[in-house]
């Protein structure tokens, strides 16, 4: 779970910025995540890996918020690049491959 983790937090910045829904190339100072914490990891073997990792994206105490992330790592030492997002009650859900953007935007 480690590496999960790791992986995790080597997308969090490129993960707030689409939570937020800002688009791609905005500079902007994010507030962090108040909780970024791996609960569940699974990875598929393509040209690379692609690892889906559910994170808590909510504070303790605070009702359960999770997001669900698509990151590829490359076979050629890349860095974990973050491919798609779901966000509310679809990454509430069962961990499961997702090809595109998915849930509600926060407001």
């Not at 999960?4 to 490129?14: L, N």
């Not at 009702?63 to 966000?87: I, M, N």
Request: proline fraction near 6%; aromatic fraction near 8%; hydrophobic fraction near 45%.
């Amino acid at each position: 779970m480690e590496e999960d983790q790791h992986i995790a937090d080597a997308v969090s910045a490129e993960a707030r910025r689409r939570y937020c829904g800002l688009p791609a190339g905005v500079m902007a100072k994010l507030t962090p995540w108040p909780c970024y914490l791996v609960l569940e990891a699974h990875s598929q073997v393509v040209a690379g890996t692609n690892y889906f990792l559910k994170v808590r994206v909510s504070a303790d105490g605070e009702p359960l918020e999770c997001v669900q992330l698509r990151v590829f790592v490359s076979l050629f030492g890349d860095p974990p690049a973050l491919a798609a997002l779901r966000r509310g009650a679809a990454a509430a859900g069962a961990l499961s491959y997702f090809a595109e953007e998915e849930g509600e935007r926060s407001t």
